[in-house]
């Protein structure tokens, strides 16, 4: 093994920010239910739930291992023929994010989190085995993906 590390992955949620998405959903389901979409709110009813029992369900920490033929993140392998280049993304003078871009089908991008300290032996470690993306930034969505914590 070349280098480990771990990260919390809790959600630090205010109780306003679950009323809110909580109002938001109850409204959907009232207003589609008045317009006869039933199967909207059915839909919305059960992908609010499933979202709700994965985010209660899911793992406080998350394990990161970089070896010589792959790397493990929580219990998935990953060999370097299927993480197209990553990024390491910074916020002021502080590293917050390695973002994997992934050759998978499905989920592109992976963003694992990390500090100053994990940056600085990433930038010697992952160049050796995949290219890195200088020009990636956090777009907009990401931005306000973070500002709402979702």
Excluded: G, H
């Excluded at 949620?13 to 409204?27: A, C, E, K, P, T």
């Excluded at 998978?104 to 993306?133: C, G, H, Q, R, Y």
């Amino acid at each position: 093994m070349l280098y480990s590390w771990t990260f919390p992955d809790t959600k630090n949620r205010w109780q306003l920010w679950y009323s809110i998405v909580f109002s938001i959903i109850i409204w959907l389901v009232i207003w589609w239910f008045l317009t006869k979409q039933y199967w909207m709110s059915f839909i919305i009813l059960l992908l609010s739930w499933l979202v709700f029992y994965i985010e209660n369900n899911s793992s406080d920490t998350i394990a990161i291992e970089i070896t010589e033929l792959w790397m493990k993140v929580d219990e998935f392998f990953y060999d370097y023929s299927k993480i197209e280049s990553y990024t390491l993304i910074y916020e002021w003078e502080n590293a917050i994010i390695c973002r994997l871009n992934l050759n998978k089908k499905w989920i592109k991008v992976m963003d694992l989190k990390i500090d100053n300290t994990v940056a600085l032996e990433l930038k010697w470690i992952l160049p050796e085995f995949i290219k890195e993306n200088e020009k990636e930034d956090f777009s907009f969505t990401d931005r306000m993906i973070r500002i709402m914590k979702l």
